[in-house]
């Protein structure tokens, strides 16, 4: 399993997201626009047949903050509709994930980036992986 294939895949599942700015599967300097989506570093469990790895992976949404908290707020809400409904069909990568789907958020998380202040909805996007690797002793 190359992980940074999967982060870049699950990042790039956010393309089609309404007023998303952007995306990106390592954590840049500096946010570009806002909001903006980083895929965070996961982390995996694997059972121990060692035929599936549940990887979880943190997604967070920059969203810059406003003098306008109402809007900012509005803003926030659209987004956790938005990504829900796009990843709700999971996501298909190489054929091995079962399922791939966002399993929780939250919105009330704040950041300074730079000179900017953030609102970060953070989602947790979980991926069950089979390993298709042969094995033999």
Not at 62 to 84: G, H, K, M, P, W
Request: aromatic share 10%.
């Amino acid at each position: 399993m190359n992980t940074n294939a999967l982060a870049t895949a699950v990042a790039a599942k956010a393309a089609g997201i309404t007023g998303l700015r952007g995306y990106s599967a390592v954590v840049p300097d500096t946010i570009p626009a806002s909001p903006w989506l980083i895929v965070g570093s996961h982390s995996a469990t694997t059972e121990l047949s060692g035929t599936v790895t549940t990887f979880t992976f943190p997604l967070r949404c920059y969203v810059e903050r406003t003098s306008d908290s109402a809007r900012t707020q509005v803003i926030v809400n659209d987004l956790v509709d938005d990504f829900v409904a796009a990843y709700w069909d999971g996501l298909t990568y190489g054929g091995t994930i079962a399922v791939g789907r966002i399993t929780g958020w939250n919105t009330d998380l704040y950041a300074e980036v730079g000179q900017a202040d953030y609102q970060v909805v953070e989602f947790t996007f979980t991926a069950l992986v089979r390993d298709t690797t042969v094995h033999t002793p």
